[in-house]
């Protein structure tokens, strides 16, 4: 008891230069459940591509009971504007649960808040379908301030071919593979963490020598030590969580609503975030009171010698560091040039981060303290011998914000990348829909099929569609041998070498890029 | 309060005992009773072995040869683990600069070995009281060592040391943070805060004026003791 209670006394700490420890292992926390809460979202982005990919084709039944459904979001005013747009063959089908009637060819339903945000700034009248004939119940809609559009079109270009409301999906959906989850866990969310740690250790292994091996003259034996020591761990990775909580929550909520572009799923993330944060503040306590025990002086003249245990870490940290990042991108840019160029330049980026944070950091703040800190005051003198005496102290604080730098260019990295394989199409992967919108419509989506992979590597995604719902025509999505520039061709040769026999193939085509 | 060390009066026993640093022999064959209740200053210029003398003595170091006793215990034969527990139990510390824990308040560091061996709170808090109020200073035990002056500092650090009641209290330069007049002081309530408690008394200096208030001095010289009794005198 009496261990305990002195172990979060110590945590309290009078030093200025450990309350960095406090404070870092906060930002330890809101790094971690910020990632974690990337990785939870980037699971359901690419199973929702995934799935639309593997999602089995219908196959002839297509022209017998089908529509085309078409959703397209983007940001208007701050808010998500989304617009719902099926063709005729949904009569076949009746309205979605909750709409009491379909509108007409050529007709709109919109939301009461999209109406309201018509009657405000009628310019913004132009972006609607046809004629509005009625507002689209709540019971439809996520919530009552949602903007959304419902039109019935005669033809629905880039539509997805959709057989029903509701209901779930027949092909499940396909999740990122466990282990690659796990890679990218272990790559964006533990390496950054232990890096922190291993910062806020070696910030203040000096101090709470001076403290342990005290305990240890009044008689404590060295087990006796490291419980103080955990404990102490424990109040500061609790009071670094509740900080970190905070801070993540409010990240997480300012990015839903900046609009960027792939960071819009944010907005749907609240819960992952929540929880991972919890998860991850949990991670902190269980990690760092052991860490913090282990690397403490438990004799009192020295028993444990903290430098073996740097030396360590540092030699293998970059290790782990660069084989992580390799293998990740091995998995996740298979078939992406740009998504491997992308986590090229993080893994640059790392890996210049974590050369600064060890090496030249230290060695600049501790050349610059010793130029600039004149002792002409007693504590400036005190500033100037710590200094000049530790290495460790020269890297302690601005470390933490180079770490910090360097857990949010991973992060980032990994959004950007998530954000190209969602939105431009990769070969071998799936467009996938932007944001969330009404449950009916998002399962109906899920069902369709989007798109066919051919043995080329190019993507066919229908376009044009007949009266019946059948398909007429096809876009040919490929990739110019610039890295980053999508090709798009309609090309009939193409096409009639390649399609399925179920597509029709028009006439007129033309090659584009 | 606790039940001494049982056996025979003389409490520590240091028996030809040595101890080297690396290459470098420190104490060759050092042998030294104290007995119940006394006082001995160790004497000796800086680098001498007076503070490794004091360490092999609480246990804080292993001799390379030779042992130590308390009483039946035998201090340096067993674990560290178990060194500790006869350190908790059976000594109490004065270092140079008191070597108090900042987090803690001065009576918090004051019952601190109190309540490591057991003491409840209460019952610890009131010996406190009775102690800090005998070294004057009684008003300012719930401030933080940070806040106090250093003469405060070291008689806490005085308190600290007699407040379990211990056998041998281990003294490190008590003085040496201090002006004369503090000094004097410190020094005089070091002795009757032991003598009260019965404890025996080992201090290191190497201030002639501290030594001449102990009851017994010795002076390592090439890593050998010598007895100088009465030649300070």
Redo the contacts between chains.
Sequence with gaps: MILRRIGIRFAVRPDSWLRCGSALAAIAVVVASLTLAIITSASAVTGWSHAQHLTPAPGSGLGDRTFHARVDSYPYDGEAWTEVSVTDGVRSFGPPDGMGYLPKSGETLISPALEELLRRDPSAQKRIYGKIVGELPESVLDSPQQLVAFSVRAHLPGGYVAHGWGGPPDGGEAKLPLPGQALIAITLLGIPCVILFLVVIRLSAHERGVRTRRLSLLGLDASAVRVVIKWEGYTLAAGGSVIGLGVAGLISATLGRTGLLGQSWFSGAQLSTVLGAIFAAVVVVVVLGPAWAHSANTGPRGSRQWTTFAACAGAILPAVTVLGYLAMLTVLGTGAPQSSVINLVVLGCLLVCAACTFQLLPWLTRHVALRFIRPTTVPRLVSRARFAESRGRATGPAAGVFVCILAMISALGYSNFLNYAAHSGTPGQARTLEVAFPPHLQSTATHALLSQQRDDGFLEIPTQYNKHGGITGITVVGRCRAIGKRCRRRSAYEARSNLPQWCRIPRRSSTHC | MWPRVKGCSVHLDVCNVSFSYEQSEVLHGVTLRIAEGESCAVLGPSGSGKSTLL?LMAG??EPAAGEVRLGDLTVSSRD??RR??????H?G?VFQFG??????SLL?NIV??A??NGMRRRVADRRARELTDSLGIGEVVTR?P?EVSGGQMQRAAIARSVIHSPDVVIADEPTGSLDSASAAVGLRLLLESCASAGAALVVATHETSVAAAMDRQVTITDGALVDTAGELA
Excluded: C, Q, T, V
């Design positions: 360490h804080i170091l560290a683990s500790a527990g006869i350190r908790k139990r000594f510390f070597d108090l824990i900042p987090e803690l918090d601190l070995p309540l490591l933080k940070r």
